[in-house]
Structure formats: C-alpha cells, structure tokens
C-alpha cells in the first residue's frame, strides 16, 4: 500500500517497489512506474496501485467424475500482472488519495475470475475420468490442463494476467466414500503387516532353532569330550594302579628275597647254633661221662657204707632247707645195723 501524506495545498505519495502507481491527470498519465514518488494535489488526480509481485490463489471446488462421484479440489494458482497500466485500465485498482487504500476490492475480482476458471477447466477434465483413476493418477493430469487452459485463457490475457504455475494440492472424495477406499487398501496393507509378521515368526524360529541344534551339538561335544575324559582317566588311573601293583609286586619280592635270605640266615645261624651247641653237649657229655667214668672207677673198691654215707651227703647238699626231720626207730636201727655190719665185714 502506498504511503500518501498530507501537506499544505498539496499531497506527497511514496510505494514500494513491488507496486505499480499510474497517476492520472485530465486524463492523461503523469506518473507512472514501481516505487516512486511525488507530489500530487487530491481533487485532480487520479491514482492506481497495481501489485507487480507474485501472488498466490488458493483454490477449492468441487466436481463430479464419470462414475457420478464427487470429489473436493484443492489447488493454489500462482499469478502475477504482466502489464499493470493495461491491469489498471481492465479493472478498478483506484486508491483513495487521502489514505492510500483501494476504492475497491481488486483483488478479490481477480480471485474469483481465475478461480471460476481453473474450476472450469478442471472440471471438463474430472468429468471424463473415473474416480479410481482421478485418485490414483489425475493429479498430474489435472495440474497439467488447468495450467495450460489458464495460460491460454484471452480473458486472462486481457486483463495481463500471467499465470505462472497450479498446484494440485488433493483430490478427496467424500468421507464415506474416501472410508470405503481405504478398505481394501487397510486389507492389504493389513495381509502385508501379517505376512511379515508370520516372516518374522518364521525367521525367530528358524534361529531358536539354531541357537538349539547349536545348544544340542555344544552338549554332545561336551559329552564327547567328557567321555574321552572318563577313559582318559580311568586310563591314567588303571595305568597308576598296574604302576602300583608292580611297584608292591616288586617291593614284595624284594621284601620275600630279603626275608628268603633272613630266614636262610636264621636258620643256617641256627643250625649252626644247633651244631655248635650239639657239639658242645656231646663234648660236655663226653667230658662229663669220663668224669663221672673217673669218679666211679675212683669209687671202686669202696665200702659201700662209705658211698652210701656220700650220698647222703651229696642229697644232704643238693636238697632244700630242711626244717624238720623225723626219723622212724626203724630207719635209725636199719642205718645203725649197717655202720655195726661194716666194720666187722
């Protein structure tokens, strides 16, 4: 919007550069161009501000297919004024000298002249399409022949209206029907969701598998190895016993040869003990007989009263302590005949 301020007996009028300013003078064109400025008085002057930058149009309407559906348009058309003196002569884009608002509604005219005619073109198309196909691959189509009717379009053209581009925002159907759409999508996608699921399933069992057969094939090695274990031990410990055995065999024959040799020892000690005492008795014996042979041929011619009084004396030698002895009358007369009977023998 132009900047308009008050001055005595005259008016100063600064725009921006994106706003085209046609100043008008009994008819005639003072001024005009993007972003200027300059003095002007109110009651004869006549000023436009047409807008030389882009703008942008939202668009919405509805339509009906060949399937007899209908359907909502969104779109937003992109558009700018080519020549802003020939926009300015076409429609009212007189502003108001005093404050510099538009007189009008300029823009809301140029909205609803591209609107009625993008819809117009768009619907021409939408109604020989179905609406499978409108939804599944009628966008392009449709961007593509409402950009070129509204560039082709000679009300446009009059007007220097230039549209740049048209976006397609959506094309919806209604809510219940958009609903009943979704379905068989929802299904699939629903089958699809399940499929990997059951894939995934499958795949977490097929490795629970695994992980078992490896667990299984860990457990039969560990057997293995702990029966190769088991025989390697009871290897070692039978080989140990025999080491044992023998070493106790050995031992025992060396302590059956030594005791073999003690008792060879022992008795050839003995037999020699024997012997020797054998013939020590013999040679005592001998010894003694010739004594006693000596002693008795010494006796020889004896009274025996004599030897009989030896005896006694010799028992009287050899026996115990006597503490009492009694002798009978007939004992001491038999003892007293004998000594009488020596002598006179």
């Known amino acids: 919007m132009a900047d308009i301020r008050s001055f005595p007996f005259a008016r100063h009028l600064r725009s921006i ?64 004024f080519g020549d802003p003196t020939v926009a300015a002569g076409r429609i009212d884009f007189s502003i108001d000298p005093y404050n510099g608002r538009w007189l009008g509604k300029p823009l809301e005219q140029v909205g609803t002249r591209i609107t009625e005619l993008a819809q117009q073109y768009a619907v021409e198309h939408i109604t020989t399409v179905n609406l499978v196909d409108l939804l599944g691959q009628g966008v392009p189509a449709v961007r593509a022949v409402t950009t070129a009717g509204l560039a082709g379009d000679a009300r446009l053209a009059e007007t220097s209206i230039i549209v740049i581009g048209v976006r397609i925002v959506s094309i919806r159907p209604q809510a219940d029907l958009e609903r009943a759409l979704e379905v068989p999508v929802r299904e699939r996608v629903q089958q699809d969701a399940d499929k990997a699921t059951y894939e995934r399933r499958a795949i977490a069992v097929e490795r629970e598998r695994a992980i078992a057969e490896n667990e299984l094939q860990s457990k039969i090695e560990l057997a293995t190895r702990e029966e190769l274990l088991v025989r390697q031990e009871g290897a070692n410990a039978q080989k140990r016993a025999q080491e044992e055995a023998a070493t106790q065999l050995i031992a025992a024959k060396a302590k059956a040869e030594q005791n073999d040799v003690q008792t060879r020892a022992d008795a050839s000690r003995v037999q020699i003990e024997s012997a020797a005492r054998a013939e020590s008795t013999r040679t005592l014996g001998a010894a003694n007989a010739e004594a006693e042979t000596a002693r008795l041929a010494s006796y020889a011619g004896i009274d025996p009263a004599v030897l009989t009084a030896l005896a006694m004396q010799s028992l009287a030698e050899n026996l115990p302590s006597i503490g009492t002895l009694n002798l009978t009358p007939d004992i001491v007369t038999e003892a007293l005949s004998r000594i009488t009977r020596g002598p006179a023998a």
Do not use: C, M
């Open 17 to 80: 550069p994106t706003s085209h300013i046609v100043h008008a003078q009994r008819g005639k064109v003072v001024h005009s161009g993007p972003g200027i400025s300059f003095w002007f008085r109110a009651l004869n002057s006549a000023i436009s501000e047409v807008p030389v930058a882009e703008s942008e149009l939202s668009v919405v309407f509805g339509a009906r297919t060949l399937d007899f559906q209908e359907v909502s348009v969104q779109a937003t058309v992109t558009y700018r």
